[in-house]
T-cell receptor, first 113, second 113 residues
Framework: QKEVEQDPGPLSVPEGAIVSLNCTYS??????FMWYRQYSRKGPELLMY????GNKEDGRFTAQVDKSSKYISLFIRDSQPSDSATYLC?????????????FGGGTRVLVKP | DTEVTQTPKHLVMGMTNKKSLKCEQH?????MYWYKQKAKKPPELMFV???????INESVPSRFSPECPNSSLLNLHLHALQPEDSALYLC????????????FGSGTRLTVV
């Protein structure tokens, strides 16, 4: 079993819909949770960063962390074709040696006009 | 300047060649990282530099040799690579080793022939 599981998709939604992404994890030591967006042939871009449990909102993006269920989510409201990309969750333990991130496998999202 | 700049963007090299990848950031970040990413896979950590010192080597073969000449610059020296080393090589940085909001560069797409 992988430490971080993420549905690879593809997830296809119409423009304007809410995109719902999630990851599950097995390591209870994870405390820092991130979502990255990666366009084809580009480096990942940090979208959201959350410490411990709770919700965080930034514009059209909302990140949720439920540590009791070992489950994190990212919601994208009013989705646009430009949101079409691969979304990677990543997480790390507190002060893990060398600051190592563990990534999920990524979910490919396609927003259709 | 909020970017991590990687050069070259594309590199084709033979198995007997020696080449280097370069990464620069001028954000004052004190941790820098090399990742390798194969198609449709998440990034895999190779090396971590913390305050210009190598703090993690994820059992990377010696044909990959990292170097951190100063706090803004990170190199990856390549020698006697194999075709299976073809991948997107990503550099990233974070403000402090304990902070997890990585900024990634756009990567160098390496092809070994």
């Amino acid at each position: 079993q992988k430490e971080v599981e993420q549905d690879p998709g593809p997830l296809s939604v119409p423009e304007g819909a809410i995109v719902s992404l999630n990851c599950t994890y097995s390591n209870s030591a994870f405390q820092y949770f991130m979502w990255y967006r990666q366009y084809s042939r580009k480096g990942p871009e940090l979208l959201m960063y959350t410490y411990s449990s709770g919700n965080k909102e930034d514009g059209r993006f909302t990140a949720q962390v439920d540590k009791s269920s070992k489950y994190i989510s990212l919601f994208i409201r009013d989705s646009q074709p430009s949101d079409s990309a691969t979304y990677l969750c990543a997480m790390s333990a507190v002060k893990a040696a060398g600051n190592k991130l563990t990534f999920g496998g990524g979910t490919r999202v396609l927003v259709k006009p | 300047d909020t970017e991590v700049t990687q050069t070259p963007k594309h590199l084709v090299m033979g198995m007997t060649n020696k080449k280097s990848l370069k990464c620069e950031q001028h954000m004052g970040h004190r941790a820098m990282y090399w990742y390798k990413q194969k198609a449709k896979k998440p990034p895999e950590l190779m090396f971590v530099y913390s305050y210009e010192k190598l703090s993690i080597n994820e059992s990377v073969p010696s044909r990959f040799s990292p170097e951190c000449p100063n706090s803004s610059l990170l190199n990856l020296h390549l020698h006697a690579l194999q075709p299976e080393d073809s991948a997107l090589y990503l550099c990233a940085s974070s403000q402090e080793p304990g902070q997890y909001g990585y900024t990634f560069g756009s990567g160098t797409r390496l092809t070994v022939v």
